[in-house]
C-alpha cells in the first residue's frame, strides 16, 4: 500500500448520512475475484440512471468534483453489511481519505486494512467542508503525523486515530506486511521444531 503522511488533495463533498455499503458498491458487482476493478461501480444507483447513462445531479458527476481523492460525507457512513468491496471501490475510483462525523465500524476498519485514511471530524467542521466543497478545486492537506486537517483558508482540525493503524498508513504497511517483519523470528521458531523440516 501506499503510505500517508502528509497529503494535499482536491475535495468532493456528499452531503447525504446513513450511506451504506450496498449504495457504495452494489451487490450485483460483487462477483469478481480481483481487488481492483471496483471504481467504476461506486455509488452505482446514484451516478447512472436506468439507461445506464450518468446521472447529472448526483455529486461525483458535478464538472469541479472531477479528479477528486478526499471524500467528505455525512454521518455513519458505510453501515450496512461489512462487505470489503466498499473501500475497494473507493480506492480504485481515486479516493484515498474519507472524511464524516462517524462511520460504521468494521468499515472504518476495513479502510484502514486497505490504506484508506478515515477521518472522524465534528459535525460543525464536516459542515463547513461540505459548503467548500461546493467550490471548485477545493483542496484540503491531511498531516497524519500531527493528526490536522486544514486548508489555505485558515481552517484547522484534528483527529483522533489509534497509534497502531498511524504506524500502518505511515510506512504504507499491510497485515501482511507487519508479519513479514518478524520472519526471522519465524524461521527460528520453525527451525527449532524436531522433525519441521522433514515434514516438508
Known sequence: MKPITVYTGKVAGLDRANVDTDQIIPKQFLKRIERTGFG??????????????????????????QGTSILVAGENFGCGS???????????????????????????SNCFKNGILPITLQNEEIAYLLEASDQADYELTVDLPNQTVSDVRGFGASFEILPYWKQMLINGWDEISITEQYDSFIDEFEAKQTGFSSII
Open 82 to 108: 461489512s462487505r470489503e468491496h466498499a473501500p475497494w471501490s473507493l480506492q480504485d475510483y481515486g479516493f484515498d481519505i474519507v472524511i464524516a462525523p462517524s462511520f460504521a465500524d468494521i468499515f472504518k
Open 40 to 65: 467504476q461501480f461506486l455509488f452505482y444507483d446514484w451516478r447512472y440512471d436506468s439507461a445506464g447513462n450518468e446521472n447529472e445531479d448526483f455529486e461525483l458527476n458535478q464538472p469541479h468534483n
